[in-house]
């Protein structure tokens, strides 16, 4: 895998407009707005939009946003463009997604009009109950956890792949795959840790390293 640029009508208009699915809990709304508003704010070359009249991808058709949100847990399968898909992992097979995990997943649909592959619909799932660890055990992460999942799916929605991740290290950032979750007192306390050794680096603030600046950038 590797960068992928959106169709082309879509890169010329510089924004992803995004359904929120009605299932979504108050939480992952609430974090998916958040994590567009902190997307926007890093003044890229694309930005996110959650339109009033936003319209789910329709399983045929052209209808619809570029980007779709959901929540879930076991088998994904999304529909569009007449197509059936269902998420799997690099060696082709079926995920059994983790409703209680700390990661989410975009599935992005290409087509090809006799030239390369563009990206013409995405969809992020997140887990539907995510879980940390804290004093007296397992409980829900709090909002900060859930607006790191969110920020990172809204960076591969825009055309990176699990290929282009951030390593854990001083360069850390949102982009950094499997950060530690770090339980605060209370939920809303919690904290991602993208690196844990010196310089500590935690989310929030939700932010992205040159390197990611560069790559999103140079794909819009
Ligand atoms: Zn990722």
């Known amino acids: 895998m590797a960068v992928v640029a959106w169709e082309t009508s879509i890169r010329n208009g510089k924004v992803l407009n995004v ?14 707005k958040t994590s567009i508003v902190a997307f926007n704010n890093l003044k890229l070359n694309v930005t996110f939009a959650i339109p009033n009249n936003a319209q789910a991808i329709p399983p045929d058709g052209e209808d619809g946003v570029e980007v779709q949100f959901n929540m879930g847990r076991g088998t994904i399968t999304n529909q569009a463009h007449g197509t059936t898909f269902t998420l799997t992992d690099k060696a082709g097979q079926v995920v059994n997604f983790s409703g209680t995990s700390l990661h989410g997943s975009t599935q992005t649909l290409k087509r090809s009009f006799g030239g390369p592959h563009l990206i013409r619909r995405a969809f992020i799932t997140v887990p539907d109950k995510p879980q940390m660890s804290a004093t007296g055990g397992q409980r829900d992460a709090g909002p900060n956890i859930l607006n790191f999942i969110a920020f990172h799916e809204l960076i591969h929605a825009t055309g990176l792949s699990n290929d282009e991740h951030s390593a854990t290290g001083p360069n850390a950032d949102g982009f950094t795959i499997f950060p530690t979750a770090d339980a605060g007192k209370t939920a809303k306390d919690d904290r991602m840790i993208l690196n844990s050794n010196p310089p500590r680096i935690f989310a929030p603030p939700l932010t992205i390293s040159p390197r990611v600046v560069g790559l999103i950038n140079g794909n819009w």
Do not use: T
Request: proline share 7%; no cysteine; glycine share 8%.
């Open 19 to 32: 359904f929120p699915s009605a299932k979504l809990s108050k939480g992952w709304l609430d974090a998916l």
